[in-house]
């Protein structure tokens, strides 16, 4: 599976901005797929993840409420709205991939990445 992610730049806070996250697998809707972040000089860490068919989801701590994840298999895509965005926010924004149902946090779960979005939020 090749992930691309898009979407990201350069804004000011309190901007929103859509990542996209397009997959080439024909069988696209049997991942799971999740967001991860990573900050310079800091770990990655996971953002939000959703189930092969979208209904079930879940947010880190620091984006509930500000940031909504869903997908569209029938464009083999996944999307990642940010509301609100915090300088805390700048990162590289990275979307992965897991066979399976049932999304993970855990970014040893995933199987596939993509390269990295750059995000930057402005004070």
């Known amino acids: 599976v090749q992930l691309q992610a898009s979407g990201g730049g350069l804004v000011q806070a309190g901007s929103s901005l859509r990542l996209s996250c397009a997959a080439s697998a024909r069988t696209f809707g049997s991942y799971a797929i999740g967001w991860f972040r990573q900050a310079p000089g800091k770990e990655r860490e996971f953002v939000a993840a959703?189930?092969?068919?979208?209904?079930?989801?879940v947010y880190a701590d620091s984006v509930k409420g500000r940031f909504t994840i869903s997908r569209d298999n029938a464009k083999n895509t996944v999307y990642l709205q940010m509301n609100s965005l915090k300088p805390e926010d700048t990162a590289v924004y990275y979307c992965?991939?897991?066979?399976?149902?049932?999304?993970?946090?855990?970014?040893?779960?995933?199987?596939?990445w993509g390269q990295g979005t750059q995000v930057t939020v402005s004070s």
């Open positions: 992965a991939a897991r066979h399976g149902t049932y999304y993970s946090i855990q970014s040893y779960d995933y199987d596939y």
């Open positions: 959703i189930g092969w068919s979208g209904g079930s989801t």
